[in-house]
């Protein structure tokens, strides 16, 4: 597979009066096209902050970010916006959906390849929420209306998906039918994905591991097989947790 994302010595530092805390530093990292990559790390890790630069929510504060050949790090805000909303999916642990339109009517805002009646319910019954279609988020869980959410990034069938904690509100249940269905995605329109989560079971469903730890990567494993996400052990961190952070 070909590089999609590189990136190269990348820094983010943040500052308090004359102290500099370096979110993140010297990141060197390539995504490849059609891969599932997992970014895994305690709370402060930095994270969460590699996710928000690499897709350009956040800016750098030195190096390079290259999408598909092109330096999307140099783009102005008003390009970086056309660009994620060309190009680019979202899952964050806020659900931000429209408060006066149903389940059905939030995932085809989410839209923008002008998908049939028929492909939007398809994907709302993936994510389990075909009974609750013309539901408003009010009438829905906590749980229920993240899978919304999950749903109508993959209605808009991005070239590369970004997905912070996209699980973190759900039960095992719910957030292994959530799993299974990005890999779906992945495996069927080889839409990339970027996975950012503390739980170590999910990393097992990636093609990579990116493992970090004070702003830097302090390792990269390359799972020879993906779990299926039915097979994870939902419940047992403690024990992935230590093959995974204790190699």
Same mark, same amino acid.
């Given at each position: ?16 009066? &004359?102290?500099?805390? /370096? ?39 030195? !190096? &390079? ?8 790090? #140099?783009?102005?805000?008003? *390009?970086?916006?056309?660009?994620? #909303? ?13 408060? /006066? ?26 994510? !389990?929420?075909?009974? /609750? ?5 009010? +009438? $829905?869980?906590?749980?229920? +209306? ?9 209605? &808009? ?15 095992? *249940?719910?957030? &292994? ?26 990393? $097992? ?5 990116? =493992? ?12 020879? *097989?993906?779990?299926?996400? =039915? ?10 947790? +230590? ?5």
């Amino acid at each position: 597979m070909e590089n999609l994302i590189e990136i190269k010595n990348v820094y983010k530092t943040y500052k308090m009066g &004359k102290v500099e805390n /370096h979110a993140l530093n010297n990141i060197n990292l390539n995504i490849k096209n059609g891969e599932i990559v997992v970014i895994l790390g305690p709370s402060g890790s930095g994270k969460t902050t590699l996710l928000n630069v690499i897709s350009g929510l956040d800016k750098i504060s030195k !190096g &390079k970010i290259i999408y598909d050949g092109k330096n999307i790090s #140099k783009y102005k805000d008003y *390009k970086m916006t056309r660009f994620r #909303k060309k190009n680019l999916g979202f899952i964050f642990q806020t659900y931000n959906l429209l408060e /006066h339109l149903n389940v059905y009517e939030n995932v085809l805002v989410g839209s923008n390849l002008g998908k049939t009646k028929t492909d939007i319910n398809e994907i709302i019954e993936t994510v !389990g929420l075909k009974k /609750h279609c013309k539901k408003y988020m009010y +009438q $829905l869980s906590g749980g229920e +209306q993240q899978r919304v959410s999950i749903a109508r990034a993959l209605a &808009k069938m991005p070239k590369v998906m970004f997905c912070d904690e996209p699980t973190g509100a759900l039960d095992e *249940k719910t957030g &292994k039918i959530v799993l299974k269905s990005l890999v779906d995605v992945n495996e069927k329109m080889q839409t990339t994905m970027v996975i950012v989560t503390h739980n170590p079971g999910i990393a $097992l469903i990636g093609d990579r591991v990116i =493992k970090m730890n004070s702003g830097k990567i302090t390792e990269i494993i390359d799972n020879e *097989k993906r779990t299926n996400p =039915k097979d994870i052990p939902w419940g047992q961190f403690f024990f992935i947790l +230590q093959s995974l952070f204790h190699r």
